[in-house]
């Protein structure tokens, strides 16, 4: 069994979806979920499955060990980041080397880095006068929304598209790809 390490700190909606995906899934479970929100939907959702929950603290994530030890006791193989905000210190890309990916709801290279999250993303794209959005699947490094791409699904922005009625869209996408390219890159990893 390859344990997974979800990194939310949102709704969690992503997050109950990929734990929905692995529920009796053969070779991976999700055995964590990492959070940096006290007060963070995803918390409720860790709870409500019975699956442990590390609140973690920012110096000790930036200055400290990353808390690379802790996912290490755990067995941690894999990390999944579904809404979290925060960079990937150094320390936990070098303990992780391509076993972090990350989603971003829009087609990277554009609109992404630091401040482009959740509506700040759409707001950009209807803005810019996008003709179509997305979500981009990628490797995590150590900068924002940056490392190798693994995969992108498309949306048409229409006229009147707001940046909710964007958002709507696009979470439908990250639900419907998401868990299942999680699986592959997991898989990809076990056999190296
Ligand atoms: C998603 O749109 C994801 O692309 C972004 O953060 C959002 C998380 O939403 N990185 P949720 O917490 O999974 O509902």
Same mark, same amino acid.
């Given at each position: 069994?390859?344990?997974?390490? #979800?990194?939310?700190?949102?709704?969690?909606?992503?997050? &109950?979806?990929? #734990?929905?995906?692995?529920? *009796?899934?053969?070779?991976?479970?999700?055995?964590?979920?990492?959070?940096? @929100?006290?007060?963070?939907?995803?918390?409720? #959702?860790?709870?409500?499955?019975?699956?442990?929950?590390?609140?973690?603290?920012?110096?000790?994530?930036?200055?400290?060990?990353?808390?690379?030890?802790?996912?290490? @006791?755990? +067995?941690?193989?894999?990390?999944?980041? &579904?809404?979290?905000?925060? @960079? #990937?210190?150094?320390?936990?890309? !070098?303990?992780?080397?391509?076993?972090?990916?990350?989603?971003?709801?829009?087609?990277?290279?554009?609109?992404?880095?630091?401040?482009?999250?959740? !509506?700040?993303? *759409?707001?950009?794209?209807?803005?810019?006068?996008?003709?179509?959005?997305?979500?981009?699947? *990628?490797?995590?490094?150590?900068?924002?929304?940056?490392?190798?791409?693994?995969?992108?699904? @498309?949306?048409?922005?229409?006229?009147?598209?707001?940046? +909710?009625?964007?958002?709507?869209?696009?979470?439908?996408?990250?639900?419907?790809?998401?868990?299942?390219?999680?699986?592959?890159?997991?898989?990809?990893?076990?056999?190296?």
């Amino acid at each position: 069994m390859q344990p997974l390490a #979800i990194f939310a700190s949102g709704a969690g909606s992503n997050t &109950a979806r990929i #734990i929905e995906y692995f529920r *009796h899934h053969p070779r991976i479970h999700v055995a964590l979920i990492v959070c940096n @929100k006290p007060d963070a939907g995803v918390l409720a #959702i860790a709870a409500k499955e019975g699956i442990p929950a590390l609140l973690i603290e920012k110096e000790r994530f930036f200055r400290g060990d990353s808390y690379v030890e802790e996912l290490q @006791k755990k +067995e941690i193989g894999f990390i999944v980041l &579904a809404g979290f905000l925060w @960079k #990937i210190p150094e320390a936990l890309v !070098r303990a992780y080397p391509g076993k972090i990916v990350n989603i971003h709801p829009a087609l990277l290279p554009k609109f992404g880095g630091k401040g482009m999250y959740g !509506r700040f993303v *759409h707001e950009a794209v209807i803005a810019a006068a996008e003709k179509e959005t997305g979500i981009t699947i *990628h490797y995590v490094d150590e900068q924002y929304d940056h490392g190798r791409p693994i995969f992108q699904a @498309k949306v048409i922005v229409e006229t009147g598209d707001t940046p +909710e009625t964007l958002a709507k869209k696009v979470h439908l996408l990250e639900y419907e790809h998401f868990p299942r390219i999680i699986e592959e890159v997991a898989d990809l990893q076990n056999h190296r």
